[in-house]
């Protein structure tokens, strides 16, 4: 991409804001990504002469775009691709007020969470992919197969994803070695004891920083029930579960200890990220690509002042059943687009072994994991990736998806928010009573 471009891509922003989740949640701006070079392309494909073809698609995250990846679009496919970044928050909103208004709409949506996906094709704004992906599958099969199709199964059909994050443990590396506490963790048992030592080696310090804030998600939560083994039907996590009664009776010992802020309640990912950042706060639960962020902080320097560590995939017991949840990003073909056929290629050409390190270099997850994670790129671009990381990567399955996923995120802010705020510390009551309302969603 010429530095012309990337200016564009991250204008108004300072140089790590495109990795920034937290830059980017609430932030809606514009960014148009026009190339005038003249190409050759054929009406489909590009293989012939003509206009180019104007794909306009929506995205939750610029890093999606790795530099260069337009221009090739447009050389390769004769694709014009015009981009358009949008808080994932408010998205499927703006998306559903266009519609309702009949104005134009995209031809394609990059969105932030895989388990949303039936919600935008329940609006009616994302089709079925069946013909994108029968027509992928006949004229790639060797990409097609290498792409995390199980996701694809999860969402129904609606939408293909094709790149995943997930959530690690942050910690102090001096003050995990001045309390005795090691890494990795096999249980979240051991994560508590290990914040207990902490605190007790810092009383004045917080052991884990964490966002509770309504509306900026409840991954932290949705990690644990999953690790815990509280079982899914759909978007819905059974919280009178054994994990989910686990989980809640985790958070709850955590807040009354004084190991969690109270006043988290009112955190998002920029307060949570500065406790830990500013040397405030021992642990936090983040996704793994924010170690860009924190590695561009000047003199907040891995290993010697930070380190990560996977999340445990059991509750108090070793071997207990309990998943790492990968929050998959999805790409939708919008319902009535005039384009379907460009539009599915811009998302196979995404998923390309070429673009996969500069989608790491942007902040962002390489659209084909495990290839990635495994070449001689990833150690360059993410340092931290140790062994622990990447076998808990591979072995990551996708968040639950459903068309009340949307519904069943917000009832769950609420239910974290009561715990971390020490409003309630009953777990029986509080999972009976947030469970009927998960129930009814």
């Not at 206009?51 to 990846?69: E, Q």
């Not at 907040?300 to 445990?312: H, K, V």
């Not at 996923?405 to 917000?410: H, I, L, R, S």
């Amino acid at each position: 991409m010429s530095s012309n471009l990337r200016r564009r891509v991250k204008s108004g922003s300072p140089e790590r804001a495109v990795r920034s989740r937290g830059i980017l949640r609430g932030l809606a701006f514009l960014l148009v990504l026009t190339l005038v070079v003249a190409a050759c392309g054929s009406d489909d494909d590009g293989s012939a002469g003509g206009d180019p073809v104007r794909i306009d698609v929506m995205l939750t995250r610029a890093y999606y775009v790795a530099d260069g990846f337009v221009e090739a679009m447009l050389a390769d496919h004769n694709i014009e691709l015009v981009v358009d970044v949008q808080s994932n928050d408010d998205i499927l909103q703006q998306l559903q007020t266009r519609l309702d208004a009949g104005q134009d709409l995209p031809d394609l949506l990059g969105a932030e969470d895989s388990f949303l996906m039936p919600a935008f094709a329940e609006s009616g704004l994302v089709g079925d992919h069946a013909a994108f992906q029968a027509e992928f599958e006949a004229e790639d099969p060797d990409l097609y197969n290498l792409l995390w199709s199980d996701v694809w199964a999860e969402t129904d059909g609606i939408g293909a994803s094709i790149t995943a994050n997930f959530d690690a443990f942050y910690y102090n590396q001096e003050w995990f070695e001045e309390a005795g506490v090691t890494a990795p963790f096999a249980t979240f048992d051991e994560v508590l004891d290990g914040m207990r030592l902490l605190k007790a080696a810092r009383p004045d310090s917080i052991a884990l920083t964490v966002q509770a804030k309504a509306g900026d998600g409840v991954t932290t939560l949705k990690t644990m029930l999953a690790g815990a083994g509280a079982p899914f039907t759909g978007a819905v996590p059974d919280l009178t579960s054994t994990g989910g009664m686990y989980t809640c009776q985790w958070w709850v010992d955590a807040a009354t200890e004084g190991l969690t802020p109270r006043d988290a309640v009112a955190w998002g990912e920029d307060e949570s990220r500065a406790a830990f950042t500013s040397g405030n706060a021992a642990l936090i639960l983040d996704g793994f690509t924010t170690a860009g962020d924190f590695n561009e902080i000047e003199g907040f320097d891995y290993p010697a002042q930070w380190n990560l560590t996977p999340a445990p995939a059991s509750g108090g017991q070793p071997g207990t059943d309990g998943v790492a949840l990968a929050a998959a990003r999805t790409w939708g073909i919008i319902e009535g687009t005039d384009h379907p056929y460009e539009a599915g290629l811009v998302i196979r050409a995404i998923a390309e072994t070429e673009w996969l390190a500069g989608q790491a270099a942007a902040g962002g997850v390489p659209a084909r994991n495990t290839e990635f994670i495994n070449s001689s790129e990833a150690l360059e671009i993410w340092p931290f990736f140790n062994e622990d990381l990447k076998a808990a990567y591979t072995a990551a399955s996708p968040q639950p998806a459903g068309e009340n996923a949307g519904e069943v995120e917000a009832i769950l802010e609420q239910f974290f928010g009561e715990i971390v705020s020490g409003v309630s510390n009953d777990c029986a009551e509080l999972t009976t009573r947030y469970q009927a309302e998960l129930n009814d969603a």
